[in-house]
C-alpha cells in the first residue's frame, strides 16, 4: 500500500483511523526513518560528550584551584538555570545573528554533516554536561575519604587515585542515573524541531501536516520513542550487571521496575546521585 492510497482512504473516515496508525507504525516511511536515526545517532554522540565534558566540570569542581572551583560552578549554575529550548535557540541562531559564529556544513570523509546537526549536537552535549558534572561530583562525593588517603599514603598520585580507586567504584553508581540521563536525551531531541533540524519529531510534524492525522501519527511517534527507551532499559541493565560488584549483594530493580519506576536496591549514594540529574529538577 503506498502513501497517497493510504491517504486517499483515511481521508474519508472519520475518528481514530487505525488502518492509517497501523500502516505508518508497521512500514515507516523513508523521511521518518531518516528522522529516527537522526535522533539515535544525535542522542549517542551528545551523551558521550556530555559525559566526558561532565568528568571534567566535576575535576575542575574539586581542585584546589579556587579560579577551576568557581569556573566548574559557574558553568553548572548558568546551564541547569536556563531552558534548553533557550540555549538551542541562542547557539544555532543567536550566534550567527550576533555575529560570532555560523555553522556551516562540514564534510567529513564522504558524509557531510549539517551545520544545523553540529549545533544540536554541540548545545545538547553542553546542556548534558552540567547534569553529569553534578552525578560525577555527587558519585565521587559517595565514596569514603579515607580510600583516597590511604591510596595517597601508599604513594599514589593523584591521578592515579583517581583512575585506580575511585573512579572504578563512582562508575557504578553513576550507570543507573547516567540510563536516566540518556532516556531524557532521546525524548529531549523532540525540541530540535525549533532550529529546523529534521528529527524525528520534526518530520512527524511534517507527516500530520499534510495528513491532518494529528492523534494517529503522534502515537506512532510516541511508539517510536517508547521502543528507543526500552532497547535502552536492556542496555542498561546489561551495563550494570557487567559492572557490579561481585563482593557486593544490592538487590537490582527487575524490569517491571525499570520500565515502572522505583524498584529497591539503591544505595545512598545512588541515590545522591540520581537526585541530581535532570529529573531532580
Avoid at 549517542?44 to 568528568?55: R, S, Y
Avoid at 564522504?110 to 560525577?136: C, D, K
Avoid at 529546523?196 to 511517534?221: C, H, P, R
Amino acid at each position: 500500500m503506498t502513501h497517497a492510497t493510504v491517504l486517499a482512504d483515511t481521508g474519508q473516515q472519520g475518528g481514530f483511523d487505525w488502518p492509517f496508525f497501523w500502516h505508518y507504525l508497521s512500514s515507516p516511511s523513508g523521511p521518518f526513518l531518516d528522522g529516527l536515526w537522526r535522533t539515535v545517532y544525535i542522542s549517542v554522540l551528545a551523551q558521550l560528550l556530555g559525559v566526558l565534558l561532565g568528568f571534567a566540570i566535576a575535576l575542575a569542581q574539586r581542585s584546589r584551584f579556587a579560579p577551576l572551583r568557581w569556573g566548574g560552578r559557574t558553568y553548572v549554575w548558568l546551564v541547569r538555570g536556563t531552558p534548553l529550548l533557550v540555549q538551542l535557540v541562542l547557539v544555532y541562531n543567536g550566534l550567527a545573528a550576533a555575529g560570532i559564529y555560523r555553522f556551516g556544513d562540514v564534510q567529513l570523509g564522504g558524509l557531510v554533516l549539517l551545520g544545523v546537526v553540529q549545533a544540536a549536537i554541540l548545545t545538547l552535549a553542553v546542556n548534558e554536561g552540567a547534569y553529569m558534572a553534578e552525578i560525577f561530583r555527587a558519585a565521587l562525593d559517595a565514596i569514603d575519604p579515607g580510600q583516597a588517603e590511604a591510596a595517597q599514603a601508599l604513594g599514589m598520585t593523584p591521578g592515579m587515585t583517581m583512575r585506580v580507586v575511585l573512579l572504578p567504584q563512582a562508575i557504578r553508581i553513576i550507570v543507573p542515573p547516567l540510563g536516566n540521563e540518556f532516556n531524557l536525551m532521546m525524548k529531549s531531541t523532540s525540541l530540535l524541531s525549533v532550529i529546523g533540524l529534521q528529527e524525528m519529531f520534526l518530520t512527524v510534524q511534517s507527516i500530520n501536516s499534510a495528513t491532518f492525522k494529528t492523534f494517529e501519527i503522534f502515537l506512532v511517534a510516541a511508539c517510536y520513542y517508547l521502543a528507543l527507551t526500552t532497547v535502552w532499559s536492556f542496555v542498561q541493565r546489561f551495563i550494570e550487571r557487567k559492572l557490579a560488584d561481585p563482593g557486593q549483594v544490592i538487590a537490582a530493580p527487575s524490569l517491571r521496575e525499570r520500565f515502572t519506576g522505583g524498584g529497591p536496591g539503591r544505595t545512598a549514594g545512588r541515590e545522591n546521585a540520581t537526585l541530581v540529574g535532570k529529573e531532580a529538577h
